[in-house]
């Protein structure tokens, strides 16, 4: 039992230093804005928007959304 709580313990901390890298974001292309998943306004785009990882944003010179922090 002991072993099971040590593995699901790992497991948690792997997962929450994976989502910590890996964010997931929704850029628009056309002017370079980077959103959060749930924003309103990533809702709203859907023709210049693709869904990339945050630094892949960043990389392409995204800038945060002023609503939601990107
Ligand atoms: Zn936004």
């Known amino acids: 039992m002991k072993k099971f709580?040590?593995?699901c313990f790992l497991l948690c901390i792997l997962f929450i230093q994976h989502t910590a890298l890996a964010e997931?974001?929704?850029f628009n292309l056309q002017?370079?804005?980077y959103h959060k998943l749930n924003c309103?306004?990533?809702k709203k785009c859907t023709k210049n928007c693709v869904?990339?990882?945050k630094q892949e944003a960043k990389s392409k010179g995204g800038v945060p959304?002023?609503?939601c922090g990107g």
Do not use: R
């Open 5 to 7: 709580i040590s593995v």
């Open 24 to 26: 997931t974001v929704y």
């Open 31 to 33: 002017s370079l804005k």
């Open 40 to 42: 309103a306004y990533a």
């Open 51 to 53: 869904k990339i990882e």
């Open 65 to 67: 959304c002023k609503v």
